[in-house]
């Protein structure tokens, strides 16, 4: 009897062995900041395979063609498929806007954008693109728009000039608001809503590699699975999202990153549910697309 007990045991061992010998391991990679929150919940479980670069090094990343998954601006991995720069196929939208108008103007209003002088960030970018055109449709039209290099760079003009109004992101802006309680902040996403009927636009997509498409397709699909998990505890679960982000430095504090992970609007929306809203942005600003719409075979489709 022992030694059929030992028998199972060894055999129970050398199967579960098996099967972790077989299981595909995931390799991520994200820009640093409100991006890599959609995925802190897994990322802090497996940090080996994570790897987090500055948002410039995103196209890098592409053609190095070495990660299972990235993070990236939709446009910016729309644009380097359309040039053949890239195999990664847009796999889900994971984040629909953190740019907020914000100024410490006492009283401001949303309004008071029309005929001022604004600061944004990123220009010739998608996020400059929506921005201004959400403005325009609402017929909020600024005197003047001047641009800065960073959501980062906006946050000190607001911090340091009480008259300022200025285009900023999420989790610069909570940094800011800690700083200084007198600052007011609308979302973009107010405005892109009524210009389009849509909560959001599309912002940062989960790409997955084409080879990886090929040659593993159940762990691709398994992995979608827990990302979409993963991006629910945004809303779901934000202390503990908060204590991950912090833990992977991808926020600073708990504080801050209690406060700004509800206001980054991550959500999972798998490519096909999602192509709609992708060419509603695009449509914006189609050079930022690389001159066209997405092709069919951008999206996958599971």
């Known amino acids: 009897m022992k030694k059929l007990l030992s028998f199972i045991a060894l055999s129970s061992i050398i199967l579960l062995s098996s099967l972790f010998a077989d299981e595909y391991s995931v390799k991520v990679t994200s820009p640093n900041g409100a991006p890599a929150l959609a995925l802190a919940s897994l990322a802090v479980q497996n940090p080996e395979n994570y790897t987090y670069v500055a948002a410039e090094a995103i196209a890098a990343e592409f053609a190095s063609n070495k990660a299972d998954f990235i993070i990236a601006p939709v446009n910016a991995g ?6 053949g720069k890239s195999s990664y196929k847009l796999a ?18 949303i309004k008071d954008i029309k005929k001022s002088e604004i600061t944004i960030f990123g220009e010739n970018t998608i996020n400059a693109s929506v921005a201004l055109d959400a403005l325009q449709k609402n017929k909020i039209v600024p005197k003047t728009v001047n641009y800065l ?37 609308y979302a973009l996403n107010d405005l892109y809503k009524k210009a389009t009927g849509f909560d959001g636009f599309a912002q940062a997509g989960l790409f997955v590699r084409a080879e990886t498409l090929e040659a593993q397709p159940e762990a691709v699909n398994a992995f979608l ?6 991006c629910a505890k945004c809303t ?3 202390a503990s999202v908060a204590k991950d982000a912090v833990k ?21 929306l798998g490519a096909k549910e999602a192509k709609v809203q992708v060419e509603t942005t695009a449509k914006i600003d189609l050079k930022q697309y690389g001159g066209a719409l997405p092709a069919p075979e951008f999206y996958y489709e599971k």
């Open 78 to 83: 729309a644009k380097l498929f359309k040039a």
């Open 92 to 109: 889900a939208v994971v984040t629909w806007g953190n740019l907020y108008f914000a100024s410490q103007k006492k009283n401001f209003k």
């Open 149 to 185: 290099g960073s959501a980062a760079a906006t946050q000190a003009l607001l911090l340091s000039d009480a008259n300022a109004i200025v285009l900023t992101a999420e989790p610069a802006l909570t940094a800011a608001s800690m700083k200084n309680k007198n600052i007011t902040a």
């Open 225 to 230: 699975a827990l990302a979409e998990e993963s």
């Open 236 to 238: 779901s679960d934000v």
């Open 248 to 268: 992977l430095e991808i926020l600073p504090n708990v504080k801050i990153a209690e406060s700004a992970i509800p206001n980054c609007a991550i959500r999972f």
